[in-house]
């Protein structure tokens, strides 16, 4: 594994020495950060196919793609379907971690590695479904890039159907809020973690704030990242466009279709609690402050919304 990450890395790597002005050589970077079940495999490479224009290394400022895959090689059932894995190999680096969680993963994505290579990180989780399709039959990646620069937004989500809705946190039903009339969505406080499109600097703060041998199951993030982001990256500012749809597909009722990770609540709650505790004592940074402050202005579904995206098209 740490041979492969050194390699794929610096090949992509530019040299920080140069005095001149930063000009990203590429688009962006798509991180898919787990990969371990044949479903998912299935979704992940219906994904590919429908943004597979943007990925022809033929084009000059197309984009990268990197794949972590988690599943052990005993998982027959997923290493058997070797038609979609070589199709994935076409368009993606496939970097193999036996058992890695998400964060762990993405904590490889390491800043220093691919500063001044790429404009944008686009994360994408394996269980998201790309929905949206164009006339072309592809999804509109290039739509929310327009979205983002037209907003100077430097984070942007397309709606998430299916996504969470816990307890009295009524304000996360923004995440799928249909647009208004006139509007392509919202912007917003928060976001909740599914497919995210992020300035490279928005990236850098995200990678910041993972610590994964301390808290590795990805809870906490996103009600950190507004507040912390909101210090750290110059005209921060987060969007839904509600109008692209990505559909989370997970369904915890049906066996082998829920969650992949069953640890506890109370123990990646106990991770969160952990994770505050450590950047506080050794970083001084204040993340249960971010959380307890988060940015909304009430509990209801659109508690977290701060303005609306004027409709471009």
């Known amino acids: 594994l740490m041979s492969f990450l050194i390699s794929f890395f610096a090949s992509i790597c530019l040299s920080e020495r140069s005095s001149h002005p930063v000009e990203f050589e590429l688009t962006g970077l798509i991180v898919i950060p787990g990969l371990g079940r044949a479903d998912r495999l299935t979704n992940v490479v219906s994904n590919i196919k ?9 084009l000059i400022n197309h984009w990268d793609c990197v794949v972590y895959i988690y599943a052990l090689r005993l998982e027959k059932s997923f290493w058997k379907m070797e038609p979609e894995l070589n199709y994935l190999k076409r368009f993606c680096s496939i970097i193999e971690n036996p058992g890695g969680k998400v964060t762990e993963n993405m904590f490889w994505v390491q ?3 691919i500063r001044n290579k790429y404009k944008y990180v686009f994360l994408l989780l394996d269980d998201c479904k790309l929905e949206s399709m164009n006339s072309n039959g592809r999804f509109p990646l290039d739509f929310l890039l327009l979205a983002m620069t037209r907003n100077n937004l430097t984070v942007v989500s397309p709606m998430i159907t299916g996504a969470n809705k816990v307890g009295g946190n009524k304000f996360r039903n923004i995440m799928q809020a249909p647009a208004m009339d006139n509007s392509d969505g919202y912007i917003s406080s ?8 992020m300035t490279f600097p928005a990236y850098e703060a995200l990678w910041q704030l993972l610590y994964p041998s301390v ?4 809870w906490g993030h996103d009600f950190w990242y507004n507040g912390y982001a ?3 990256v110059k005209g921060h500012k987060m969007g839904i466009v509600s109008r692209i749809v990505v559909k989370h597909e997970q369904n915890v009722l049906l066996e082998g279709q829920g969650r992949t990770d069953n640890t506890r609540i109370e123990d990646k709650w106990n991770a969160v609690l952990a994770q505050e505790r450590h950047y506080k004592q ?7 402050y971010y959380r307890k402050t988060l940015d909304i202005a009430n509990s209801s579904w659109n508690g977290a919304v701060k303005g609306l995206l004027p409709k471009l098209l």
């Open 50 to 58: 429908k943004i597979e224009q943007f990925l022809d290394s033929t």
């Open 111 to 113: 800043p220093a590695l």
């Open 190 to 197: 928060y976001l909740e973690i599914f497919a995210w499109i």
């Open 215 to 218: 808290n590795p199951y990805g």
């Open 230 to 232: 909101k210090e750290r």
């Open 282 to 288: 050794y970083l001084h940074i204040d993340l249960a």
